[in-house]
């Protein structure tokens, strides 16, 4: 009953940025944390970004200092800025979020389809 549609991937050179959006609808009373994760070919899915309903963040070593989380709870919608990226940082990139239908419901995380980023040399 939730869906997450991702946005904003695409093909960068290094250095370049790019600005992903995942927009949550459906049905749900709230929307708790919100997260980035991605996987590259041949690995495990990692996290990347985290931010909770009250605006804490967290972020992976290998992205600190170069990507931003962020979060529109007028629009349900959680992003990820990402800046001077590296060719490392290929992979497809995946939303998730904690939204219970009722307050009788805990943990009801959703995953999206994943947006792919591409960064070449």
């Known amino acids: 009953q939730v869906q997450l549609v991702e946005s904003g991937g695409g093909l960068v050179q290094a250095g370049g940025s790019l600005r992903l959006s995942c927009e949550a609808s459906?049905?749900?009373?709230?929307?708790?944390?919100m997260a980035w994760y991605r996987q590259a070919p041949g690995n495990q899915r990692e996290l990347v970004a985290g931010i909770t309903s009250g605006g804490r963040r967290n972020y992976a070593d290998s992205v600190k200092g170069r990507f931003t989380i962020s979060r529109d709870n007028a629009k349900n919608t959680v992003y990820l800025q990402m800046n001077s990226l590296k060719p490392e940082d290929t992979a497809v990139y995946y939303c998730?979020?904690?939204?219970?239908?009722?307050?009788?419901?805990?943990?009801?995380?959703?995953w999206g389809k994943g947006t792919l980023v591409t960064v070449s040399s």
């Open positions: 998730n979020v904690d939204a219970p239908g009722s307050d009788y419901e805990f943990g009801m995380y959703y």
């Open positions: 459906g049905t749900f009373v709230r929307i708790n944390d």
